[in-house]
């Protein structure tokens, strides 16, 4: 169970764990879970290319997806159910295995 709750969430925590996805997860999460390139320029204080570069590391990886209204694109916040589940019951065996 803990092996298959690693490799599920393996891509979220390589993903995050650069900080400038996280601060762009971060900003989407302030967005209310989605937000335009230019948007999440402006809360990031990146050029747009790095914020896009950034972004489609995210798509990637499963943490956000893109619509398009017109020219623009709008991401989203967008983990899969399951892979939350797996990064939360690797929570719960940390913290089981944790002495206090």
Known sequence: MVV???DAAVPIFRALGEP???QIT???IECEGAATVGE???AVNLPQSTVSRHL????DAGIVSVTR????RIYHLDVQPEVLAAVED???AVRACTIR
Do not use: F
Not at 56 to 59: N, T, V
Not at 69 to 72: C, V, Y
């Open 56 to 59: 489609r590391i995210l798509l």
């Open 90 to 92: 690797l929570i719960a």
């Open 69 to 72: 209204n017109g020219t623009q």
């Open 26 to 28: 971060a900003a989407l």
């Open 40 to 42: 999440l320029q402006q």
């Open 20 to 22: 400038s996805r996280g």
């Open 4 to 6: 298959d709750a690693l």
